[in-house]
């Protein structure tokens, strides 16, 4: 399979714990994304990557979220000392710089739920 | 900042009947990029068609049309012949590319439709 991976799929933690995410892209695209998307809702931008910079990050992104891209292939995504606030489906999408009409591919999600 | 809205939270029709679904935007951006993304229960959420803002012709993909309407800001998906497998969540989303290239999508609150047998 040559889509996007995240890992875990499923994550229950207790408030207060650290939780990290990882998100494997496409292998020949430069650009990743991360989104929220909370029940209901429409996914959320909250930062991405052209190979290992991180260009963009959402004002949801508190301090307690940390991005890495350290290698420009893979990410991980941390939330320290989550809230239950945070119980959320994390989406990670990928494309090329100047893609065939700048198409994101999305991998499957990662959802977090926060006792 | 740009926002994308879909005014219609669940639609539901039968097996082989054309549906409808609405989206607007707010943008004073002239070059841009509008998305229909389809997520399934429990899968990944895919591409269904793509619309560039600078080409006068709606875009089509099979049973999936949309009318973009550039001056009023709106951008409807059609659903042809709709089948069990169109049940979905449908998210409108919104793209400005810079001289950097790709950039975030800015999604709308997405649609439940339901295809009933």
């Known amino acids: 399979d040559t889509g996007v991976s995240q890992d875990p799929r499923h994550k229950i933690t207790k408030r207060g714990q650290n939780v990290t995410f990882r998100c494997d892209p496409i292998s020949e695209h430069n650009r990743l994304y991360w989104y929220r998307q909370t029940l209901g809702q429409g996914p959320e931008f909250l930062t991405y990557?052209?190979?290992?910079?991180?260009?963009?990050k959402s004002r949801l992104l508190s301090d307690r979220f940390s991005a890495e891209r350290p290698k420009g292939s893979f990410s991980t995504l941390e939330i320290q000392r989550t809230e239950q606030g945070d119980s959320a489906m994390y989406l990670c999408a990928s494309s090329l710089e100047w893609g065939r009409d700048n198409e994101q591919f999305f991998g499957p999600g990662t959802r977090l739920t926060v006792l | 900042a740009q926002t994308v809205t879909q005014s219609q939270p669940e639609m539901s029709v039968q097996e082989a009947e054309t549906v409808t679904l609405s989206c607007t935007y707010d943008?004073?951006?002239?070059?841009?990029?509008l998305f229909w993304y389809k997520q399934p229960p429990s899968r990944q959420m895919i591409l269904v068609i793509r619309q560039e803002a600078y080409k006068q012709q709606n875009a089509t993909e099979n049973r999936f049309s949309v009318n973009f309407q550039k001056a009023a800001k709106s951008f409807s998906l059609k659903i042809s012949d709709s089948q069990l497998g169109d049940t979905a969540m449908y998210f409108c989303a919104f793209m400005k590319p810079n001289f950097q290239g790709a950039q975030k999508l800015v999604f709308g609150q997405g649609t439940r439709l339901t295809i009933n047998p």
């Open positions: 990557f052209q190979n290992e910079a991180q260009l963009e």
């Open positions: 943008t004073s951006e002239n070059n841009y990029y």
